[in-house]
């Protein structure tokens, strides 16, 4: 572990501690579940993902710096959708004929918000000269291509948000109303463990996987061309249904976990580093890249799917669990978690935009005692939160507009 890695993990820890809600010995937090515990909460995740994304990059990897975000970047996402089916479901129970304006508050802001990306990526690629062509242009600001590879939560977000309105709308089907959307979710893991990540759209081509052909494919043939594709894109939303669940028996799961409180938050614990064990050695060995070789094929895919939809719904328990004895309340996470679909959203620019001091030509860029890389980190980062900040001042007025 190299000094920028404990740097960065001492001043996270640092940031954890302060305002920390810590229980009484023999009692649990009240609020662990409350709005501002849940933000602060996002607000984590927000700069947890920010860091698994950095630490994707090829100098960060190279130099083993904050490696421990590398690989679970979707479980922090989980999080995310177990904070909005929570939201969703206590919103549901406590406000009256709350499904009756469900499309034009909670469904039309986030169509809105996302096109307001879509801008603000254009202009982006404007300002940096981005080799785009017309169709490609076309494309990218109808939506229908990603501007930005990081918006698949956007229409991920919106088709759960709408399989719960369709199903609790209707009476007879919110009986079932969890079973429904576990059932969507794994339809939709399915779905990308049958499809490739290249373009299944226009029939099988092979091409793509000859030596060097990867960066060189057009970008209506690259992966992650559409803004809802690849089953790593909803290993995370099985959070979503579990946020509704611990809404509606909330009493229930609160007196089954104060009994006997520790040594069922230990076998959490011991569950959680296996299936984390079970999740490393399926990216290292099963995979989900099947189109450069493995002998499983489709069964790959879902083998890792399913063991991360594991992995993602005992790590939302295990958070659970460490909040009903202690949890994060401050301003500055929960002044993140306020913006953190903005803070989400705003990252790519930034990451890509300073890229240039830490890579060229596709290649780490290594300079003496790595300060480019402290100094992409700390430039990527006041970017990100500057942006978010601007975003979020415009979505607001959005929402103010049409509320």
């Known amino acids: 572990m190299n000094y920028i890695s404990i740097s960065v993990y001492f001043l996270l820890a640092l940031s954890l501690a302060i305002g920390i809600k810590i229980a009484p010995r023999r009692g649990f937090n009240q609020n662990f579940l409350s709005l501002d515990a849940t933000n602060s909460l996002k607000g984590v995740m927000a700069i947890f993902v920010l860091m698994h994304h950095l630490s994707q990059k090829k100098l960060f990897q190279q130099t083993h710096t904050i490696p421990f975000f590398e690989q679970i970047g979707f479980l922090f996402v989980g999080v995310f959708?177990?904070?909005?089916?929570?939201?969703?479901?206590?919103?549901?129970?406590?406000?009256?004929?709350?499904?009756?304006?469900?499309?034009?508050r909670r469904i039309l802001p986030l169509v809105l918000f996302y096109y307001v990306m879509v801008i603000i990526y254009a202009a982006y690629h404007l300002i940096n000269k981005s080799n785009f062509t017309p169709a490609e242009w076309i494309f990218k600001l109808s939506g229908l291509v990603a501007i930005n590879s990081q918006s698949w939560f956007v229409p991920v977000i919106i088709l759960m948000y709408l399989s719960f309105y369709f199903i609790y709308k209707n009476e007879r089907l919110r009986k079932i109303g969890i079973p429904l959307l576990l059932l969507i979710t794994f339809l939709q893991g399915l779905l990308f463990c049958i499809i490739n990540h290249f373009p299944w759209y226009i029939g099988e081509s092979g091409w793509w996987k000859q030596p060097g052909a990867f960066s060189n494919l057009p970008w209506w043939m690259r992966h992650c061309a559409l803004p809802f594709e690849g089953e790593w894109w909803v290993n995370s939303t099985i959070g979503f249904v579990l946020g509704i669940a611990v809404a509606k028996h909330e009493k229930a799961l609160i007196e089954w976990s104060s009994k006997k409180y520790w040594p069922k938050f230990i076998l959490i614990i011991l569950l959680t580093g296996l299936l984390t064990f079970a999740g490393f050695f399926c990216c290292w060995n099963i995979s989900y890249w099947t189109e450069f070789g493995g002998n499983l094929g489709t069964m790959n895919k879902l083998i890792c799917y399913l063991v991360q939809c594991l992995q993602v719904l005992v790590t939302d328990i295990f958070i659970l669990f460490l909040m009903r004895k202690v949890y994060v309340q401050n301003s500055f996470y929960r002044f993140c978690g306020e913006r953190s679909l903005e803070i989400y959203l705003?990252?790519?620019?930034?990451?890509?935009?300073?890229?240039?001091?830490?890579?060229?030509?596709?290649?780490?860029?290594?300079?003496?005692?790595?300060?480019?890389?402290?100094?992409?980190?700390?430039?990527?980062?006041?970017?990100?939160?500057?942006?978010a900040i601007i975003y979020h001042r415009i979505?607001?007025?959005i929402k103010k507009a049409i509320s």
């Open 395 to 397: 979505n607001r007025g």
């Open 346 to 387: 705003m990252q790519e620019t930034a990451l890509f935009g300073w890229l240039f001091l830490i890579e060229k030509d596709r290649q780490p860029l290594i300079k003496s005692g790595n300060c480019n890389l402290i100094l992409y980190m700390i430039l990527v980062t006041a970017t990100v939160m500057l942006s």
């Open 81 to 104: 959708f177990l904070t909005s089916g929570y939201g969703l479901y206590k919103s549901f129970l406590t406000k009256k004929d709350y499904l009756n304006t469900f499309l034009k």
